[in-house]
T-cell receptor
């Protein structure tokens, strides 16, 4: 298994532009998580899905951020319009949730986003 | 509030010295705790989890419910241990769960 796959690895764009980050979870995993990592705030959970349904989006900073999971093998995190303070590394992670059984999360390589 | 506290942002030790990365948690239920490690420019990866009671790369961590701590220890640090370490616990809400991370400790092992 290739693990969690994120694209692009790096994104540099000008403020005001729309940014779309993509994630392919590990096959068979039913939970997907989007995180943002910055020096100041560390690792923050933005949103997570269970069986393609958003469960908790309380970490999404503002309306400029949106996330979708149209099927079990694909998710997107979109920022529109982007701002320089959105510059960070964005990680996607997936896990298998089985109710009483807890499985660890597996992380992708992350997308390093720079907004100029 | 349910949270994880890693009091040290930076920790520097010499090769061969013992190292302890501190983690305290605040959680009303029975937590499941993890340590994740992120080597330079690599993905975050699971180092160990308390229910496994295992030693990975020489690291161990014991859950102390009385002190609500889950400190990560290694008796003899190696240069390749230099990395960012995150303590986390699982928080269950309704029919799903999520990880709550601490802010991380950057460990530097000097030659």
């Amino acid at each position: 298994d290739a693990g969690v796959i994120q694209s692009p690895r790096h994104e540099v764009t000008e403020m005001g532009q729309e940014v779309t980050l993509r994630c392919k979870p590990i096959s068979g995993h039913n939970s997907l998580f989007w995180y943002r990592q910055t020096m100041m705030r560390g690792l923050e959970l933005l949103i997570y899905f269970n069986n393609n349904v958003p469960i908790d989006d309380s970490g999404m900073p503002e309306d400029r951020f949106s996330a979708k999971m149209p099927n079990a093998s694909f998710s997107t995190l979109k920022i529109q319009p982007s701002e320089p303070r959105d510059s960070a590394v964005y990680f996607c992670a997936s896990s298998l949730y089985q109710g009483s059984s807890n499985q660890p999360q597996h992380f992708g390589d992350g997308t390093r986003l720079s907004i100029l | 509030a349910q949270r994880v506290t890693q009091p040290e942002k930076l920790l520097s030790v010499f090769k061969g010295a013992p190292v302890e990365l501190k983690c305290n948690y605040s959680y009303s239920g029975s937590p499941e705790l993890f340590w994740y490690v992120q080597y330079s420019r690599q993905r975050l990866q699971l180092l160990l989890r308390h229910i496994s009671r295992e030693s990975i790369k020489g690291f161990t961590a014991d859950l102390n419910k009385g002190e609500t701590s889950f400190h990560l220890k290694k008796p003899f640090a190696q240069e390749e241990d230099s990395a960012m370490y995150y303590c986390a616990f699982t928080r269950r809400q309704g029919g799903s769960e999520k990880l709550v991370f601490g802010k991380g400790t950057k460990l530097t092992v000097n030659p």
